[in-house]
């Protein structure tokens, strides 16, 4: 499986940006998504994740309330809306599939794997 992350760019403060992770190949569904991201510097951080049937989801308390994580597993793709955006939210985003028979919700990147080229946003302040 191939994730494909897309959607970034430069927005200001306050702004919203929507990202779209697009697998290929048929095992996309079934699966749980996470979306993670890493800023200059930093480590790598686990930022929000669904489960296969979109019923269950999973975030990092620091985007509660202006993240969302949604798919449509008919088109093999998983979105993250991010409203409110702050200058600290600037990073590469990257989904992953998760890996199976792990605890993905434990927002842990050992538990997810295929990862995809990421794509960058930049909050400006």
């Known amino acids: 499986v191939q994730l494909q992350a897309s959607g970034g760019g430069l927005v200001q403060a306050g702004g919203s940006l929507r990202l779209s992770c697009v697998a290929s190949?048929?095992?996309?569904?079934?699966?749980?998504v996470g979306w993670f991201r890493q800023a200059p510097g930093l480590e790598r951080e686990f930022v929000a994740a669904?489960?296969?049937?979109?019923?269950?989801?999973c975030y990092r308390d620091s985007v509660k309330g202006r993240f969302t994580i949604s798919r449509n597993n008919a088109n093999y793709t998983v979105y993250l809306q991010m409203n409110s955006l702050k200058a600290e939210d600037t990073a590469v985003y990257y989904c992953?599939?998760?890996?199976?028979?792990?605890?993905?919700?434990?927002?842990?990147?050992?538990?997810?794997?295929?990862w995809g080229q990421g794509t960058e946003v930049t909050v400006s302040s």
């Open positions: 190949g048929r095992t996309f569904s079934g699966y749980a």
């Open positions: 992953a599939r998760e890996v199976p028979g792990r605890r993905w919700c434990r927002g842990v990147e050992a538990d997810f794997g295929s």
């Open positions: 669904i489960g296969w049937s979109g019923g269950v989801s």
